[in-house]
């Protein structure tokens, strides 16, 4: 269960203006009843193509040429979270900044204000370099940079990207392969 603890909102605390500067807001992953049912809504109401399959279950498409834009995955069943009884959740939320080097300041700043960080680092999918942190009412927010693009033959990178780096520092000091 993620545990919210309430940061500091009080204007007498503010030392500094806030380095966030959003890019775009990046991709949304939810939790849905009907895995197959939301696939075809998705892909064929709303025009987004499968990007990759998640070991979890789900799945991420793409609309726009990021690695993924919307990630689908169950609300039931041996790999789901689950919310409480007749709760409706959003997983997280993600938005692009424009380099790591804010990524450094933005975590600095996040942590000067008492904003619990949850993730720092690489992911394997997408091979974005992000912050992931809560709000006040505990949402899971996801700030990133250099998500992996699709190809124009509409591949994503090959599966086996390395494994998951746990800081913006060993995300910094071991990049990415250019090439897929």
Not at 41 to 63: H, K, M, P
Not at 68 to 85: C, Q, Y
């Amino acid at each position: 269960m993620t545990q919210v603890v309430e940061a500091s909102t009080s204007t007498q605390s503010i030392a500094r203006p806030s380095p966030v500067r959003i890019k775009k807001l990046g991709h949304v992953v939810i939790q849905v009843r009907n895995l197959e049912r939301s696939m075809r809504f998705y892909t064929e109401v709303l025009n987004f193509r499968v990007s990759d399959n998640a070991s979890a279950g789900g799945v991420f498409l793409t609309a726009v040429g990021d690695h993924h834009t919307i990630g689908l995955f169950p609300s039931d069943g041996d790999n789901a979270e689950i919310p409480a009884k007749g709760a409706v959740r959003l997983h997280h939320f993600a938005m692009q900044v424009g380099s790591i080097d804010e990524l450094f300041e933005i975590r600095a700043y996040l942590k000067e204000r008492g904003v619990p960080i949850v993730f720092e680092g690489r992911r394997a999918l997408g091979g974005h370099t992000s912050v992931e942190f809560l709000d006040p009412d505990g949402y899971h927010l996801e700030l990133y940079y250099d998500m992996d693009q699709i190809g124009p033959d509409g591949r994503s990178r090959p599966r086996n990207p390395g494994a998951r780096i746990t800081s913006l520092e060993a995300a910094r000091d071991n990049p990415k392969s250019p090439t897929w």
